[in-house]
């Protein structure tokens, strides 16, 4: 039985990730900080789970120090946050940064030596890393950046047969889009969660760098946009 070390596990696409393994027979792990949403998550889909933040080293370290082997790493944790550059001010610019791109070092760096050839790691990444968004500054810059990260390692880790991916998603119906203040069109959490579970059965020796996906806008396979919390906030009369 392979086993998978999800991170963001509580809720959104770390959860749509764990309910698709858990259904494919793995032995799934969640972590995240809030222990309350993760225990509840994990309880629901049949799951582990380890109270860790994946931006802290020593937390997601201890975490992972019980294991003596990690086949699949899903990096889900991470926020959608900040303001433009302008407003935002360096304390709330290095949260965003901590929480998406150090994160990435950090779980990493824990779990590379438990890895064994055929071991494999899967950044959650956006589209925001290729087309940057205004108002979202330090998250497009840490999007890029773990775009980056992804890449550099999957050359430094090649050679001991552990695959590096990114799925690269355009907007996703999770709680994260209500806070944007415009429609969008959007994929479900499920469908970065098939597009997860299916990367882990290409062959070792095949290098896929990145898979991105957006939502379908027109045509029968269409689905209506999403209208955002925000979006009907701002409509109503004052």
Not at 141 to 155: E, P, Q, T, V
Request: some cysteine; charged content about 20%; hydrophobic content about 45%.
């Amino acid at each position: 039985m392979r086993n998978a070390i999800i991170t963001g596990g509580s809720g959104g696409i770390g959860k749509a990730c764990a309910r698709t393994l858990v259904g494919r027979g793995y032995d799934v792990v969640l972590t995240a900080r809030r222990e309350a949403p993760l225990r509840a998550c994990a309880d629901e889909l049949g799951a582990r789970y380890l109270v860790a933040d994946a931006a802290d080293p020593d937390s997601f370290s201890a975490a992972l120090a019980q294991f003596d082997r990690v086949d699949l790493v899903v990096h889900a944790a991470g926020v959608l946050d900040g303001t433009y550059a302008r407003k935002q001010t360096f304390a709330q610019w290095r949260t965003t940064i901590s929480a998406n791109l150090d994160s990435c070092f950090v779980v990493t760096h824990a779990a590379l030596p438990l890895m064994v050839p055929g071991s494999r790691f899967v950044f959650i990444s956006s589209s925001a890393a290729h087309e940057p968004m205004p108002g979202r500054t330090a998250y497009s810059a840490s999007k890029a950046g773990m775009n980056a990260f992804a890449r550099a390692l999957a050359l430094e880790v090649d050679r001991d047969g552990i695959n590096v991916h990114l799925v690269t998603p355009g907007p996703v119906e999770t709680e994260m889009l209500q806070d944007v203040p415009f429609e969008m069109y959007a994929i479900r959490a499920e469908d970065v969660a098939e597009s997860v579970a299916w990367l882990d059965t290409v062959h070792p020796s095949v290098d896929l760098p990145e898979i991105q996906l957006a939502a379908v806008r027109r045509g029968p396979s269409s689905r209506p946009p999403v209208v955002p919390d925000e979006v009907t906030r701002r409509s109503r009369p004052s």
